[in-house]
């Protein structure tokens, strides 16, 4: 049993995008797949609710106490989504029990400072110092061509800390979470968006 956890401080940076969307990747393969939402908004758990019943199944893991709980016995990936603000004691605990965390950063000038203050906390932690999290940074609404992709991987520089993907802004991210579904369950249609994923899903799956 693995767990992934989506965090990043800074609200509206991709978090619940982020976790439906490794949710629904990892539902294709053999993975019983349950998603955790902790956030009060409950983005994930409402995307879930829509979700259509023909799709790759993804469980949910209910944590609605706020805190991380076991996640059920037949749970073979558990993916857990996070809410802003995070930081401090409950951030601590949170990493005590995941393998991997995916941090969205957005190349905004506020989004990169916001993230510049939880990477510092980040480094300080015991579980992230003796390298039992993985952590790795996602672009999102990242165009990699672009001079605010540039900015993005000189300022991730400092922290030491690998961008394994940029994902680009593009309206379809918005019209699938309307429709519990992802750009993975589109058969095919989004092949271009789906390749910049690619080297998040490996990094998740290697053994570091
Ligand atoms: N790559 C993207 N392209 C376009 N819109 C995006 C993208 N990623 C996220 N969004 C949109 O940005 C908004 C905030 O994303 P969300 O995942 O809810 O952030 P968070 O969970 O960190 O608050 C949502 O409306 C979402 O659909
Ligand atoms: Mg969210």
């Known amino acids: 049993m693995r767990t992934f956890m989506v965090a990043n401080p800074k609200g509206g940076c991709g978090k619940s995008t982020v976790a439906v969307h490794l ?6 393969s053999d993975e019983v797949v349950y998603l955790g939402d902790l956030d009060r908004q409950q983005s994930s758990r409402q995307w879930l609710e829509l979700r259509p019943p023909s799709l790759p199944r993804i469980r949910h893991w209910n944590l609605s106490g706020g805190e ?7 749970c073979s990936l558990a993916i857990l989504d ?3 603000g995070l930081h401090g004691k409950p951030l601590k605990k949170m990493l005590s029990e995941v393998d991997r965390v995916v941090v ?3 190349p905004s000038r506020f989004d990169m400072l916001a993230s510049s203050e939880f990477f510092e906390e980040l480094a300080e932690i015991k579980a992230v110092r003796k390298e039992k999290v993985g952590i790795a940074i996602v ?8 001079l ?8 991730l520089q ?13 309206q379809r991210y918005v019209q699938a979470i309307d429709t519990g579904t992802t750009l993975f369950d589109t058969h095919g249609t989004a092949a271009k968006e789906i390749d910049q994923w690619r080297p998040l899903l490996d990094w998740l799956v290697s053994r570091r």
């Open 23 to 28: 949710a629904s990747w990892f539902a294709r």
């Open 139 to 146: 672009g999102m609404r990242v165009d990699q061509r672009t």
């Open 68 to 74: 991380v709980t076991q996640p059920p016995g037949d």
């Open 82 to 84: 996070t809410p802003a």
């Open 148 to 155: 605010s992709s540039q900015q993005l991987v000189e300022f």
């Open 158 to 170: 400092q922290f030491d800390l690998p961008l394994v993907s940029c994902i680009r802004s593009a």
């Open 104 to 106: 969205p950063v957005s």
